[in-house]
């Protein structure tokens, strides 16, 4: 069990507990990624600190990159 | 990557990282199963590494408390929440689990040998591979027990060069 208190946790608020994680993770992926990339990191330094393809990473935070202006188009 | 170019202790290392995988409650190889299976062997690899204090019982400890210390190094204080120790499983079989990290090491094992004009990819190769990583578990790892990458590297040629003379 990950939470010590599991046994006694409502599977209602250890599910929404799960899910809330999940965002948590998310956006801390997002903000690092960023920060990353603002430090002049490359798309495969990126990956690698992820344990993911380069292409994977570019694929889910390209986009969002280039709307904020921290890459450029092309990149 | 042609498996028959690996030398003997190379293939057993990639056997090795697999069931560490697998004992460690990863379900892909990743480049930390192998540097651990390199220093848990012996080569001379596993003697440079070990010169810099990466042996096989600070490699696994490193390991085990590697994602709590990732968490608190990003402002995280988990509380009653503990991530779970490592439950075994079974690594798929086959290119699906090779993680990205491992692969991206054994790349440059490749390249490392090309590049020193080795015909047969040795420890060595698959350490100089893992020891090319600019960010990831290995490199975090190595720092946690203080061993630069740099200064393996130099205790690798010397080992290697004690060898050949």
Partial sequence: MVVTAAGETDPDDGLAAAVALRRVADRLEDEHVLGALRLGWSWGRVAEALGVTRQAVHKKHARRARELGVVQRGR | ?165
């Fill in chain 2, 1 to 165: 990557m042609a498996a028959e170019r690996f030398a003997r202790e190379a293939r057993a290392v990639v056997t090795r990282g697999w069931r560490l995988a697998g004992e460690l409650g990863s379900s892909s190889v990743d480049a930390q199963h192998l540097l651990l299976a390199l220093a848990e062997g012996e080569s001379a690899a596993a003697t440079a590494l070990n010169a810099e204090g990466v042996d096989g019982a600070s490699l696994r400890a490193a390991l085990e408390d590697e994602p709590q210390r990732s968490l608190r190094r990003a402002g995280f204080a988990l509380g009653a929440l503990a991530v779970p120790p490592a439950t075994p499983v079974t690594p798929r079989r086959g290119r699906a689990a090779w993680g990205t990290s491992a692969k991206l090491a054994l790349e440059r094992a490749v390249k490392a040998a090309q590049a020193r004009g080795d015909s047969r990819i040795g420890a060595e190769h698959v350490l100089l591979g893992l020891l090319g990583a600019r960010a990831g578990a290995v490199p975090r790892l190595l720092e946690h027990l203080g061993a630069g990458a740099a200064e393996v590297q130099a205790a690798l040629e010397s080992e290697l060069a004690a060898e050949a003379g």
